[in-house]
Each structure stands twice: as C-alpha cells, then as structure tokens.
C-alpha cells in the first residue's frame, strides 16, 4: 500500500536552516508528483509546492520562492524539503502529499513533521 | 491566486443529521477536492472532481457544483464524522484551500 513517512520534530533557532523529508514507498516513485503543504498551529492549510519527481523540476508558492527549497535526496524515493532563514511564523506541521493519478489532488498524506522556530 | 470561502465556519449537528458544507472560488474552477481532517492528524482526501467519492469513502459524503459553488454533503452524519472540512482547488498553481469548515456536535 502506499505510505508517505516523514522525518521527526525539529526546534530550530530563527535564522537557521532545516532538512525534513518524505519517504515514499508502494508505488513507483517517478510516477506521481510530490507537494508539500504546512498548517500553522491553530490554522489551515497552506500550498507550499510542488516536485516532479522524474525530472526534478518545481513550482513553489511565491511566498515561500527562494527560501524553501524541494530536492530528491540520495536516498531512494525521498523527497528532502529544505526550510531556509527560518522565522517564528513558519511554526507549522509540514506535510508531504502525493497526488492523484493523472491530476494533482492530494490523495496519500504523510503523519506531517513538525517544524518549530523559537528563539 | 483563486480565494476559496467556505461557510458555515462552525455546523453545530447531531449524530443522524444532513449536513451540507459550502465551497465558493473567486474564479471558475474545474478541479476541486474536499478533505476531511480530524485533530492531531493529517487530512484525508473525500473528494475529487468536484464530485467524485476518493476509494473507500462512504457513499454518504457526496460532492456537487461546477464554476465558482460548490457543495459537500453528509447526508447522515456519524460520530467519526465530526471533523474540519477543507475544500482546495488544484486547478491552477498556487494551489489553495479554504479555511475551513468545523463539523460539531
């Protein structure tokens, strides 16, 4: 079946950086997209991107271009998320998400990893 | 980017009850899905297409609309039912979601 598992909690300092990932597993990694969505404490959720896995390429939210950044790792059917020049407002659960067959509707959700920047 | 406003933003229900969530985009969209999400969890797709149950989802979740309305509806509403409900356009990037609606007893 497929499963999207996420890497664990991260405190971080404003200012740092930080690398969380998603590992995909049950299905053919090149074949569905990957993207990434975050809820604030409290909030809703928020589009962060999206990956294509076959060639690489990526589309972010225009908030977050430049600073967040989606990379397939070496390891086999990850995806990394690198959060740079971390804030206090980027605070959030970060989930990975692959899309549907054929469309970009999120149909399997990773447990979310949560990102919390503190001073 | 497309604004998507849900309402109500609380339902207040009983077990049994139909309830019938609202999704309005400030554009026309085609592609559009509803999620389900319970506390401490991540969501979980309902529907897709607008209209279209995701695999093993009740058949009593049912979606409708086309353009800028859009609805979701429970049509009798069980204990594990009680939830935030999102609606998101995948139509075209940035995608977005609405804030929400919360499902209570």
């Known amino acids: 079946q497929v499963q999207m598992v996420q890497s664990g909690t991260e405190v971080m300092r404003p200012g740092a950086s930080v690398k969380i990932s998603c590992k995909a597993s049950g299905y053919m990694f090149t074949r569905y997209y990957i993207h990434w969505v975050r809820q604030a404490p409290g909030q809703g959720l928020e589009w962060v991107g999206i990956f294509n896995p076959p060639g690489g390429t990526t589309n972010y939210a225009q908030k977050f271009q430049g600073r967040f950044t989606m990379a397939r790792g070496t390891s086999p059917d990850t995806l990394y998320l690198e959060l740079g020049s971390l804030r206090s407002e980027d605070t959030a659960v970060y989930y990975c998400?692959?899309?549907?067959?054929?469309?970009?509707?999120?149909?399997?959700w990773g447990q979310g990893t949560l990102v919390s920047v503190s001073s | 980017e497309i604004v998507l406003t849900q309402s109500p933003g609380t339902l207040t229900l009983s077990p049994g009850e139909r309830a019938t969530l609202s999704c309005r985009a400030s554009q026309s969209v085609t592609d559009l899905a509803w999620y389900q999400q319970q506390l401490g969890q991540a969501p979980r797709l309902l529907i897709y297409?607008?209209?279209t149950r995701a695999t093993g989802i009740p058949d009593r979740f049912s979606g409708s609309g086309s353009g800028t309305d859009f609805t979701l509806t429970i049509s009798r509403l069980e204990t594990e039912d009680f939830a935030v409900y999102y609606c998101?356009?995948?139509?075209?990037?940035?995608?977005?979601f609405g804030q929400g609606t919360k499902v209570e007893v």
């Open positions: 998101q356009q995948y139509d075209r990037t940035p995608q977005t």
């Open positions: 297409s607008a209209s």
């Open positions: 998400a692959r899309s549907g067959d054929g469309s970009q509707f999120l149909e399997y």
